[in-house]
Nanobody, 124 residues
Framework: QVQLVESGGGLVQAGGSLRLSCAASGRTSNNYAMGWFRQAPGKEREFVAALNWSGGSTYYADSVKGRFTISRDNAKNTAYLQMNSLKPEETAVYYC?????????????????WGKGTLVTVSS
């Protein structure tokens, strides 16, 4: 089992930045790909970003390309999501996920574990 715990959410003004963290514990030796999703009020959960174990392959939703950056520090068993130029419509609960492959995560395939989420509120 792997436990994922997100942190770093909060209230930020439009145009501001936040960095989310996802700390993994438990059986973290399985070289999982990591990803981020978000779910806004009244909407379905959507893919945001993913990267493979080595960090050499990254994927982004079109809506966040150029503004968000996903990264990981395997020595710390932690993944990150740097979010810049945030928009009010990006207010959502952001979830971390661990899966078989980064490409699979983009389509919500092969996801083995989910975190409980962290709330990001972007004020206008």
């Amino acid at each position: 089992q792997v436990q994922l715990v997100e942190s770093g959410g909060g209230l930020v003004q439009a145009g501001g930045s936040l960095r989310l963290s996802c700390a993994a514990s438990g059986r973290t030796s399985n070289n999982y790909a990591m990803g981020w999703f978000r779910q806004a009020p009244g909407k379905e959960r959507e893919f945001v970003a993913a990267l493979n174990w080595s960090g050499g392959s990254t994927y982004y939703a079109d809506s966040v390309k150029g503004r968000f950056t996903i990264s990981r520090d395997n020595a710390k068993n932690t993944a990150y999501l740097q979010m810049n130029s945030l928009k009010p419509e990006e207010t959502a609960v952001y979830y971390c996920a661990a899966g078989v492959s980064a490409a699979g995560i983009t389509g919500s395939h092969g996801i083995k574990y989910w975190g409980k989420g962290t709330l990001v509120t972007v004020s206008s």
